[in-house]
């Protein structure tokens, strides 16, 4: 792929873990990439690593959105936006987990999701072209007890996917999801490196193991591609088959 035909994506979150892979391999692609991130210092220097562009982004902010999609729209466009920010801030059973827990992950998993929705949306349907793949979590259908809020948030990103699609359709925007189950990144590196909390939660996945960020990214990549110009609105588990019992 030339320069000249590069497409322009962003992934948001793209600073560490699965954000961060999905970063390297659309620039293994050839694809100039941004990459937004609330903390600015960690985006810089992913970006020098990979050869993207770094940008400044708290998704649950409105201005500092619409600030990123002018700095983008005045710069050439952009083709494909991944939602992948998200977080859990914290966990416990809905009588014990704190409101401010609740609030954080609100902010970021459906207000921020739905900015990026909002703002992004509209400049890919003015150009009359676009993908949008948002990262959701197979945790919006199978509950976890402690985890509730954040599931919960992940359920909001499966609804806003579906109507954001069908609202972008006529302007030839396509809008899916990609569903993980647990994935080795620094989010999960608490309960990844204890055996038996690993343990524990390999074995309600067939396939036996937890994946690994590099098990995801290629349905990212499919779902933004021309392969998939006629799936939207859908949301597809990569779960090891955790979803089955």
Known sequence: MTESTARRVLVT????????GIAAAFRAEGADVFIGDVNAEAASA????????????????????RAAAERIGTTGGLDVLVNNAGIVA?????????????????RVNVRGTFLM??????????????????????????PTPG??????????????????AIELAPSGVRVNAVAPGPVLTPLTAA??????AREAWESRIPLGTIAE????????????????????GVSVAVDGGQLLV
């Open 191 to 196: 309960f990844a490196s204890d055996p038996q």
């Open 117 to 142: 929705l909002r703002v992004f949306g509209a400049l890919l349907a003015e150009a009359g072209h676009g993908t949008i793949v948002n990262i959701s979590s197979i945790g919006a259908r199978q």
């Open 90 to 106: 914290g966990g416990g059973t809905l009588q014990e987990v704190p409101v401010d827990v609740v609030d954080a992950a609100l």
């Open 147 to 164: 985890l509730g809020h954040y599931e919960a948030t992940k359920a909001a990103v499966d609804a806003l996917t579906r109507t954001a």
């Open 213 to 232: 960020v590099d098990q995801i990214t290629p349905l990212v990549l499919f779902l933004a591609s021309d392969a998939a110009s006629h799936i939207t």
């Open 46 to 65: 992913v970006a020098a690593e990979i050869g993207a562009t770094a940008l400044a982004l708290d998704i649950g902010d409105e201005a500092s959105v």
């Open 13 to 20: 979150g793209g600073a560490s873990g699965l954000g961060r």
